[in-house]
């Protein structure tokens, strides 16, 4: 085997290793992802207040364009699972239904990817997630009503990796 040829893998190696690693010390509130395009991050965050209703709080921005979603997670009924839900500029204060489904963006079940198996998204303080996936989030941004004309012209993938942890 050629000298060179060793490098590149063991390069691979190692930059899955820090990645594996990553996920391991990086607990899922704070976990930042991103799309394979480096147009989208996705911030996960605790949720000030033991009494609320969702687990985390989300922020999502589009490279380049000042666009930000924001939105949370909760627990569904009446079968448990991590319901996520996207929101670009909701109106302040008391809202209606109305007014609230203009503004959302995307909805669905977050779901984790780890070394090819598919589950729910871990609770807060467990390890984060190598990889979210969040079905139908291109089609949601590319159909959506609610980002008006300064929509952004790339979308991600529904699966965004782990690439960092807020401390």
Request: proline share 5%; aromatic share 8%.
């Amino acid at each position: 085997m050629a000298r060179g040829s060793v490098l590149p893998s063991v390069l691979f190696f190692a930059a899955s290793a820090a990645s594996a690693s990553a996920a391991i010390e990086c607990r899922q509130e704070n976990a930042i992802y991103g799309d394979r395009d480096g147009a989208y991050e996705l911030r996960f965050e605790a949720v000030d207040s033991e009494a609320a209703n969702s687990s985390y709080q989300l922020r999502v921005s589009v490279k380049n364009t000042g666009i930000e979603l924001t939105g949370f997670v909760m627990e569904t009924e009446p079968v448990n699972r991590p319901s996520g839900i996207l929101f670009h500029d909701c109106p302040d204060g008391d809202t209606t239904g109305e007014e609230i489904a203009r503004c959302t963006v995307w909805q669905g079940v977050i779901y984790s990817a780890n070394e090819g198996r598919i589950d729910l998204l871990p609770v807060a303080g467990a390890p984060a997630a190598r990889d979210i996936l969040l079905p139908g989030l291109a089609l949601s941004l590319l159909d959506s009503t609610a980002w008006g004309d300064g929509k952004a012209t790339v979308v991600p993938w529904d699966v965004l990796s782990l690439k960092g942890c807020r401390t």
